[in-house]
């Protein structure tokens, strides 16, 4: 086997390198190279440069040489850095019952909401999660999405949980894409709990915690701060629980009422998601923090509401990262590109700020330090799309989809 693999000519590559992690960004901001090549080396990028002067200096015996016989865009490897792809069972009927209008609380009321992908969720043993796991991940990475958070959050007891979150670890072992797992036990207070809001929070911060600790399953803990689920005062306890405890912060805030990007700034979260609902005074606080804003437009596609006020935190001098929210109740699309770009419409975001969105500054969304950028010492992870311009990515919403992805160096999917 050759030490090396080159791969060019690439029309235009996109190395997202120079980009702030904070910030509105022009076209004009992306390096882009043109005719280039890189080389890799194991898992990494080991080199990028002009491919004609890198294939004549390459030493044949050491390098395979990957030549592109078309024209081809490079962009880093997608990254979605927030969803929820374990679970079981469906919620169409919420759906439909949405768009003809019934309330939450009605649809609730009828059997649905959380609660009900909780129930199907319980019934379904370890292997069934992994292996709905496994499917939605494969799904994700054909479509270019090489890294994927993956929460907990429809177990809500000890055992549940963890089930959750084992299931997830062992996807993780049977799929070429990364998934970056994360404990959402602070979903809601479920129904068969004999306490209230905070008693099941301390609860699962001393029963839970530990075991995830021992079992190395995870390092990130999420809570959805919402009058629906969990108060600001309840919430505090259990994130200095588990800070104490050497875990990462990330927060659902600010969904549907605000408080909860007050409590990502003052716990300095690694990241606040949703903000549909926040205003100038929570923008203003996220932009003078180091805490990344995440957007979710798919949630705002499938409930109908307003979109993550994207243009105003950027504007304003916030990081903004973009995410799909796949779940089965609110955010059933599950399609981080297409979602991107229709975020990109409305808030009227340029192509540079989508990119970022959903590469490098996604990767600081999930604290990730060797992906969302191509130079030496990254990760290999990219996709190339069969087309002579980065426009032609955004401008079809989804329809273009990576004529090839690359995975830590190796070719996962291709469609040439």
Known sequence: ??????????????????????????????????????????????????????????????????????????????????????????????????????????????????????????????????????????????????????????????????????????????????LITTCLAGHMLPKDFDGDHKAYLEFMGNSLFPIIKEEKLTNRIDAFIEKSAFLPSDIYPYFKKAKAMGFDITVHADQFSVGGSEVAVKMNAISADHLEASTEDEIEMLANSDVISVALPGASIGLGCDFTPARKILDAGGALAIASDWNPGSAPMGDLLTQACILGTFEKLSNAEVLAGITFRAAKALNLHDRGQLSSGMLADFNLFQTNHYNEIFYQQGKLVPSQVWKRGDIMYSKE
């Open 1 to 178: 086997m050759k030490k090396y693999k080159l791969i060019g000519p690439i029309t235009q590559l996109l190395t997202m390198e120079g980009i702030s992690v904070k910030g509105a960004l022009k076209d004009e901001d992306l390096s882009i190279l043109e005719q280039a090549g890189m080389q890799i080396e194991g898992d990494q990028i080991h080199s990028i440069g002009t491919f004609s002067e890198m294939k004549e200096k390459a030493d044949h015996s050491e390098v395979e040489i990957i030549e592109l016989h078309a024209d081809h865009v490079c962009v880093p490897g997608f990254i979605d850095a927030h969803t929820h792809i374990c679970f079981s069972g469906s919620r169409a009927r919420d759906y439909a019952m949405r768009n003809a209008g019934k309330s939450y609380l009605e649809i609730a009321e009828a059997g649905g909401g959380i609660w009900d992908t909780v129930t199907q969720t319980r019934k379904a043993d370890q292997q069934e999660l992994t292996y709905g796991i496994i499917k939605r991940a494969n799904a994700l990475l054909k479509k270019g999405i090489t890294t994927i958070e993956v929460k907990s959050g429809y177990g809500l007891s000890v055992q549940e949980e963890l089930k959750m979150l084992r299931a997830i670890k062992d996807a993780n072992n049977s799929t070429q894409a990364d």
